[in-house]
C-alpha cells in the first residue's frame, strides 16, 4: 500500500522560513494535500491540489510536488504557525485517503 | 457559513455499537460527498469512510471494513458512521469532513469532532 513520510519535527525562529516535506514513491504524479492542526481543533485545509490556497490562507503558504517529494512552504513564519501538519493524498485505484504521519512545527 | 456537527460520541465496552451522527448546514448537502476522519489520542490523522453524494458509493479503511457503515440521509442534511463490534483500538475523536476537489479527494471543512472512548 502507499506510504507518506512526513519528518517527525520541523524547527524554526519566527520570521524564517519553514518546509515540511511529505515523502511517496511518485508523489508527483499525484495530487497533495496539506492540513494545519494545532491542539484541541479541528484540522484545517491549509493547500490543496499542490499549490492551491483555500481562501482566508495567508499567502505565507504555498505548496510544491515533484518527483518523490511534495513541499509545505511557510514564509516568515509566526508563533501562530506552531501545529501539527499534515499531507494527504487520495489513492485513486482503492477509493481510500491517505495521510502522512505528521509533523510537529515549533517556532523557535 | 459551512458547519459540520458531530454527536454520539461516548464510553462503550468492547463489542459494542455506537452510531455517530454528523448535521451539516451552510452549504448544499446532496451536492458533495463526505468522509468520517479519526484521531487516536495523541496520534496521527486516520481516514475512515467515504460516502458519495447520492449514497450509491462508499469506501472504507481496512481497519474498520466490515465493522463500520457510513451512511447518508441527504432529507436530512446529516451524516452517519454506525460502528459495530468496536475494539479499543478505535478510540479516538470522529471528525466529518466535507469532500473537495472531486476525484483529487480532499477535505475542505471539518466538524469540531466527537470523542469515542472503547474501554470495559
Known amino acids: 500500500s502507499y506510504v507518506l513520510t512526513q519528518p517527525p519535527s520541523v524547527s524554526v525562529a519566527p520570521g524564517q522560513t519553514a518546509r515540511i516535506t511529505c515523502g511517496g514513491n511518485?508523489?508527483?504524479?499525484?495530487?497533495v494535500h496539506w492540513y494545519q492542526q494545532k491542539p484541541g481543533q479541528a484540522p484545517v485545509l491549509v493547500v490543496y491540489d499542490d499549490s492551491d490556497r483555500p481562501s482566508g490562507i495567508p499567502e505565507r503558504f504555498s505548496g510544491s510536488n515533484s518527483g518523490n517529494t511534495a513541499t509545505l512552504t511557510i514564509s516568515r513564519v509566526e508563533a501562530g504557525d506552531e501545529a501539527d501538519y499534515y499531507c494527504q493524498v487520495w489513492d485513486g485505484s482503492s477509493d481510500h485517503g491517505l495521510f502522512g504521519g505528521g509533523t510537529k512545527l515549533t517556532v523557535l | 457559513q459551512v458547519q459540520l456537527v458531530e454527536s454520539g460520541g461516548g464510553v462503550v465496552q468492547p463489542g459494542r455499537s455506537l452510531r455517530l451522527s454528523c448535521a451539516a448546514s451552510g452549504f448544499t448537502f446532496s451536492r458533495y460527498a463526505l468522509h468520517w476522519v479519526r484521531q487516536a489520542p495523541g496520534k496521527g490523522l486516520e481516514w475512515v469512510a467515504v460516502?458519495?453524494?447520492?449514497?450509491?458509493?462508499?469506501y472504507d479503511a481496512d481497519s474498520v471494513k466490515g465493522r463500520f457503515t457510513i451512511s447518508r440521509d441527504n432529507s436530512k442534511n446529516t451524516l452517519y458512521l454506525q460502528m459495530n463490534s468496536l475494539r479499543v483500538e478505535d478510540t479516538a475523536v470522529y471528525y466529518c469532513?466535507?469532500?473537495?476537489?472531486?476525484?483529487?479527494?480532499?477535505?475542505?471543512?471539518w466538524g469540531q469532532g466527537t470523542l469515542v472512548t472503547v474501554s470495559s
Open positions: 460516502i458519495s453524494k447520492d449514497g450509491s458509493h462508499k
Open positions: 469532513a466535507r469532500g473537495g476537489g472531486g476525484a483529487a479527494g480532499y477535505f475542505d471543512y
Open positions: 511518485n508523489i508527483g504524479d499525484k495530487s
